[in-house]
């Protein structure tokens, strides 16, 4: 069944081809079912023990595609389709022109912390994304940014600038590299060393420790 999901998925996304354009009410409910699926299964591939309490199983395990539909709650792809149109209004000119976006990037120090994963990288623009209420005084946001720059040890992704986009506001706020490392160290920023020095340090602490940043 799972096998014939994601089947499924491949082939309805394919069909819709969304990408840079506002969806018609019918294509984004599907496409929405879609996602809110794909969340499920990465919530249990990030943390197998909640397995049980997945709505993929709770109350009774889905054994059809048609069924894994019906699991899905209507306000939450109200919400989900909320978000997606303020995205689409407010940051258009992101991803109008952009010449390479990398989804759930990894970085090459990401093994050494047990795995960490980003949200979005946009022509060097890292983006962390927040669908929280009320944002501010959070600073363990800016610090998963700073981690992961310092974990692109070899500078795959040619980093140049960091932001946060708070998905319920429609709002990216974003900075220079240099300048949000100046900020954040009130001294001249040598990233390339902070990377080698950083990764000297993962190898001195558990990776219990480093879990606490990355979460």
Do not use: H
Request: aromatic residues 10%.
């Amino acid at each position: 069944m799972v096998e014939r999901l994601f089947d499924y998925i491949d082939s309805t996304v394919t069909g819709i081809n969304p990408v840079g354009r506002m969806l018609d009410p019918s294509d984004d409910l599907v496409l929405g079912c879609c996602c809110v699926l794909l969340a499920y299964f990465e919530r249990i591939s990030r943390n197998p023990e909640v397995v049980l309490s997945s709505p993929l199983l709770n109350p009774t395990p889905a054994t059809d595609v048609n069924r894994v539909f019906r699991i899905i709650s209507r306000n939450v792809l109200a919400d989900l389709r909320l978000l997606s149109e303020l995205f689409y209004t407010t940051q258009r000119e992101l991803i109008a022109d952009s010449g390479t976006i990398v989804l759930n990037p990894t970085f090459g120090g990401s093994v050494d912390i047990g795995g960490a994963d980003a949200d979005l990288i946009v022509d060097g623009l890292l983006i962390d994304i927040k669908s929280i209420a009320k944002p501010g005084g959070r600073f363990k946001d800016i610090y998963q940014l700073a981690g992961y720059c310092l974990l692109d040890y070899r500078d795959e992704y040619k980093i140049t600038s960091v932001g946060i986009y708070f998905a319920r506001q429609g709002v990216l706020v974003s900075w220079p590299l240099d300048q949000f490392f100046s900020l954040l160290s009130r001294e001249k920023f040598d990233l390339r060393s902070s990377r080698k020095q950083f990764r000297k340090l993962l190898l001195r602490i558990s990776r219990t420790d480093t879990d606490v940043i990355f979460d």
